[in-house]
């Protein structure tokens, strides 16, 4: 499956981009092609398959999710933001 | 003499203004502990003083100025005070906190809290020299901006003293003026107006008394582990980006307030987001007082009069909630709502709700439009003189809404009168219960129940009652955290929250606190809050939102909608879970 990638926050200032494609079936295999192709966004976002705590993804704007077995679909839409809203 | 009890003086400066009298008032450890200090002690003063049943603006009303056991510490972030009073916007309680070298200087000339009331015969400074309290004319500062105030106020009295000022609208009790200190303001519910009602263009204080700490040694250590952790990635996004770059995923997310909160999302975000402003100015980063995390960043002004201090609250309310999508005009704005001392959550909300009614042929201004930045900068200087349009908005939008009639109330963007912060309700459904319950009003800064909607627990734009244990936990910490006192920038750094605070009090004041005391402590804070405004005339029917946004979905996320049986769902648990009645009652 190919998805889309929009990073916001501090996932976007690590990665270097807006936005990206990635390759999986669930979410945790998107986070580690992420990880393998950007690695300052690895440092501080992901750990192996799974989100840094403080990162959260969310499915097209709708649903947060963690679990990194999530199954995404070809053309879901990925948002890696931080987990703190306030401000 | 030194107080017995660590951490505290033991006492308050009562201060009255009408003749420059002033009065040592003991503090007696009960009352201490079970309020900690900041908004928890303060709203207890207002509460004995009888604040709750007296007009704001009167020369009869208290405002107090309280610290808390942690100012002075080597705690990072805790350089803090509230200001508490009845806020002249909504009528109800009010606690403003702001970081600054007051809270230092103020603690110490040797009090915990500096309690105002009565009115001085004339524009005055309030100087208080340790323990020496001293009535100036403030007649050479009259008008002037809150920056050229402070410096003078320094270059005249000498840069020992810290200040806390009002701006050309607090002069004018503009009900939504700030009190200044150092830059950073006490800024919502119009505690500036009401220390110029009290004839008092500042405050400058200067001392040399300082508690001393149960536990030094072990308090250092804690300390010194809390700034490391203050350098992690717990804190990073307001580091390196600051608090502006909520922008892009609010936007993205459809809950950024556009044209007053008439939609979620801004086509000219990108344009003024942090990211986009800072490739074409020069951006410095800068702190509070006794802060490790130093969450501001400050833009050049592209035409060279300096710089302006950016955060997410004056991005979103004087850009795309007034559809202003040029960055210069928000920097020009927010810098001026700094010099005149206004709220910008306020500024912002009364003028897009002003230019709404101006759309809607409801307000015959047709100068006031949304995305034109010169009518958004003409009207923040008219708020400040008064002149023409300015004299009604400078009552909030909710006075201006009942002036102008045909139920323009529907869309005027505040609760109990305070103006909604940068986040749509309707997408943000947790934080919709915080904002209606809220007991200044709408508020970000006492109920964080966006972080419940930020996370995988509920569906944010389907919240069920199951949330509002939620909401009262993100209110409880708020509560703990502003009578600490401590930056909510900290607060992904705590593991434990409550028994990493009571840990924190312990060292400074030797009680054998407890996680689940500070748990009660905070709960019984918000209760008091909740009495304070029942006194105050409070109703069940004040605890909700505007009706559009209980009737409309967000257009550009039909998802985002919120009924009144939805919202009247949610508050009934959140007062059950309160141990409230189900609809409020303490
Ligand atoms: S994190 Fe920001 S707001 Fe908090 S004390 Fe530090 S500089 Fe001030």
Redesign the interface.
Known sequence: MQVVV?L???A??RAGVGQTTAVGDCLGDVLADLAARFPPLAE?CIAGRTL???F?A?LG??????APDTPLADGDTV?L??????? | MASPLPGYHGCLLRIYLSTGVSEQVALDETLLRSTIGGSGLGVELLLREGAAETDPLSPDASIAFVFSPLVGSPLTTSAKFAVVSKSPLTGRINDSLASSGFALAGKKTGHDAIVLTGRAPRLSILVIDEGVVRLESAERYRGLSTRETERRLRENLGSEFQTATVGPAGERQVLFATISHDGRHAGRGGSGAVLGSKNIKAIAVRGTVRPHWAEPAALVELARKFSEKSFG??T???R???????L???N???VLPTRNFQQGSFAGAEAISP?QISVARERTRSSCMACTIGCEHLYGLQNGTGSVRL???NLFALGPLCGIDDPEVILAASRLCDDLGLDTISAGGTIAFAMECVERGLLDEPWLKFGDGASLLQSLDSIATGDGLGQLLAQGSRRMAHAIGHDSIDFAPQVKGLEIPG?DPRGLQTMALGFAVGSRGAD?NRS?A??V????AV???NVGPESAHLAVETEDKAALMDSLILC??LR?VFTDFFAESAEILRLVTGWDVTGNELRETAGRIVTNKKRFNIRAGWTPDEDTLPPRMLRQALPD?P?AALSKESLGGLIRAYNLARGWSADGWI
Do not use: W
């Open positions: 929009e916001f926050g501090i976007r200032a501080s840094r705590s403080g959260l969310n704007g709708k649903r947060f999710v963690t948002l933001l931080p987990l703190d809203a306030g401000g | 990635p717990a990073a996004k307001y390196e980006l600051g608090t502006a770059s909520n892009l995923t609010f993205r997310l459809h990211e955060e997410y609250e986040y970000h964080g966006y972080e909607d930020f996370s995988t569906d944010r734009c909510k920038f992904g996320d998802r």
